[in-house]
């Protein structure tokens, strides 16, 4: 499972670090780009409660294949929308490629929290999602090297160029990155189908929620996923907020932002051995809320103290996705899979937030923040407070997820 987080965390910063090249590629302005970020969260909107669906008919392990294969699919359609510069063919890539994804992060988070006790559910899912950035992290750097493998130049004379000429030059081996990650897919996928994975099934499990409403109990009765789910909204956005920030102001820091989330995620699944998940995710929020709120009233004079304070947000962001996710799937039994849908169907805010944050942006980029602190708090709250629910104490322990 941490190969799997892996290479679909380099997968998926691919994208983001060819961004400028598809610009060129494809002649965009900025709101024809501004397509590429919709397109890619909004699937998340789309696919997430089928995807769930699926897994429940076909299990876990065919359900994580089937995801990656369109995924890789995905990959191969982006190598003919590159090479013969159709842009809807390659909104349509980065559509199949983003559903494979969704379908990996329904079943594959839920998978790890199920795979063992549910008191370090999040510390493995933390342990396994710093495998995720761990990819996003070395996707560019080997990309850089095979770029610098076909382009008869040397990478430190194309690190010295201007970025249009850099973009310039690179656009036109990209391609063949796509092929070379396209087989590295496939041989990944016959890897997959050989391993065994133990099937997992939850559909005979009682709640633990002690739910008081007398209709047909439905996945949304339970607080600590309906407020769970808003709680991903929040931290998703606010996480691609802060990172279009650095982008727009520090560029040279971005990297470190996400660098800092995969040391916090190797450090934090240790952490989370010894202290309880709420309280973990509850302090990581208030810290972020913190550091934004001292950065917005960091004096102009000592501008470049307030980039280097957001970019440290990253540390805290690290384990927020898994605790978050945890928590809200915790107790929901026979509702697990409809509740991990639901979680990551809410992952949109990375596309919602972030263009309202931009968007208050040109009036008062602090001003804007204040959305980031927000959400902050909220996630704060929704750790100390709005994930406790009432436990139920009429079930038997072959009732009970262990």
């Known amino acids: 499972m941490a190969v799997l987080f892996f290479m679909w965390g380099l997968l998926t910063n691919l994208n983001l670090f060819l961004y400028h090249h598809f610009k060129f590629i494809f002649e965009l302005n900025y709101s024809v780009a501004t397509f590429i970020n919709l397109t890619f969260f909004c699937t998340y909107l789309v696919v997430s409660l089928q995807a769930g669906r699926m897994i429940k008919k076909i299990g876990y392990k065919k359900g994580i294949l089937v995801g990656w294969l369109l995924a890789c699919a995905g990959c191969f359609l982006f190598l003919l929308a590159v090479s013969y510069k159709l842009y809807y063919v390659f909104l349509g890539a980065l559509f199949c490629m983003a559903a494979g994804i969704t379908i990996l992060q329904v079943g594959a988070n839920l998978y790890v929290v199920l795979l063992g006790g549910v008191e370090k559910a999040a510390s493995r899912l933390v342990f396994v999602q710093a495998f995720n950035s761990l990819g996003a992290v070395v996707g560019p750097i080997i990309s850089m090297a095979l770029l610098g493998h076909y382009i008869d130049l040397p990478i430190e004379y194309l690190e010295t160029l201007p970025l249009v000429d850099k973009v310039l030059i690179e656009a036109a081996y990209i391609n063949y990155l796509y092929l070379f990650f396209g087989i590295l897919m496939v041989l990944f996928a016959i890897f997959l189908m050989l391993t065994y994975l133990p099937e997992l099934n939850t559909q005979n499990l009682e709640p633990l929620n002690k739910v008081t409403s007398k209709r047909r109990r439905h996945v949304l009765h339970f607080s600590q ?90 540390l805290f962001n690290s384990i927020m996705f898994p605790s978050i996710f945890t928590l809200g799937v915790n ?27 931009r968007n208050f942006a040109y009036a008062n980029y602090d001003f804007a923040l204040l959305i980031v602190i927000i959400c902050y708090l909220y996630i704060s709250v929704y750790g100390f407070k709005l994930s406790r629910y009432v436990k139920r104490k009429d079930l038997r322990d072959d009732e009970m997820l262990a």
């Open 225 to 314: 996923l309906r407020l769970g789910a808003f709680a991903i909204f929040a931290y998703v956005g606010a996480e691609v907020s802060l990172a279009n920030y650095l982008e727009d102001f520090a560029p040279l820091m971005v990297s470190t932002y996400w660098e800092l989330a995969m040391v916090g995620r190797f450090v934090g699944a240790l952490l989370l051995l010894y202290v309880p998940t709420n309280k973990a995710l509850g302090v990581a929020g208030a810290i972020s809320t913190a550091l934004i709120c001292v950065a917005i009233l960091m004096p102009k004079e000592h501008i470049e103290m307030n980039y280097y304070l957001i970019m440290s947000v990253g």
């Open 331 to 357: 107790g929901l039994g026979k509702f697990s899979l409809d509740g991990s849908a639901v979680l990551i169907m809410f992952i949109v805010g990375g596309a919602v937030l972030p263009f309202n944050v």
